[in-house]
């Protein structure tokens, strides 16, 4: 990982509060509501029996497990581009940020060995992983602009994501100007990233209840007569 926290932090455990658990479970609950409702749309429209129905559930479950990796990889195709965006960026962000966080959890730790992952260190400067996620999101944001092509959107937002995870993460060693990371000032880059999920979650759920409530409403409305 680049750019890790100093392992010279502050040294105890940081206390999160209600605010911020209360951030952290709305943000885990919008990605499971989003994973979710892709699943369950599987588990109804497939070939995959209905688990009143199933005489083994666990072969059904399966089925649908089987079946949900094969609407994602065909999903690119059918799903409209702003959605895929959307489900990619809200999954990237997720991810590197809940990494990155778990990475220099162990680090600091002492669970292992400093020599797999440390700090990066150019001319006595440390380098925290802010720095790589400006690169990526500025890289992504730039080549989807400059390329025009709507079709690269759903893939650019993947390193967009990951890029703004890194940021968010030091937001706010941003604002202090300083390494709080693991200090109480700290908890506040938690709160704006686990707002960050929670909207990014919210907002794909949304574009995705709107459309199919548009394609229900439009198939039950009747013909235009001249």
């Known amino acids: 990982m680049t750019g890790l926290p100093s392992l010279r932090s502050t040294p105890r455990g ?13 943000a885990g609950a919008g990605v499971a509501a989003t994973v979710a409702v892709e699943w369950a749309r599987v588990w109804r429209h497939t070939a995959a029996e209905h688990p009143g129905d199933a005489q083994d559930l666990l072969q059904a479950g399966r089925t649908a497990t089987q079946e949900t990796v094969a609407v994602f990889r ?3 195709r059918a799903t409209p581009r702003r959605e895929s965006a959307l489900f990619n960026l809200l999954v990237s962000f997720a991810s590197t940020f809940g990494l990155a966080r778990a990475i220099t959890a ?10 797999l992952l440390r700090d990066v260190v150019v001319a006595d400067r440390h380098i925290h992983h802010y720095v790589p996620g400006i690169a990526l999101t500025l890289g992504a944001g ?3 602009i400059a390329t025009a092509r709507e079709s690269l959107d759903p893939w650019l937002a993947i390193p967009f994501g990951g890029g703004a995870a890194l940021i968010l993460d030091e937001a706010a060693l941003l604002l ?12 506040l880059s938690l709160q704006v990233s686990f707002a960050a999920v929670a909207l990014l979650a919210a907002l794909a759920l949304g574009v995705r209840l709107l459309r199919r409530g548009e394609e229900t409403v ?4 009747p013909p235009l007569t001249p």
């Open 14 to 26: 940081l206390s999160v509060g209600r605010r911020t658990a209360l951030l952290g479970a709305l």
């Open 218 to 221: 439009l198939a039950h409305e």
């Open 106 to 115: 162990l680090i600091r730790s002492g669970r292992i060995p400093r020599g």
């Open 142 to 144: 730039g080549a989807s």
């Open 176 to 187: 202090e100007m300083e390494d709080v990371y693991w200090s109480e000032k700290g908890v």
């Open 74 to 76: 065909e999903g690119y």
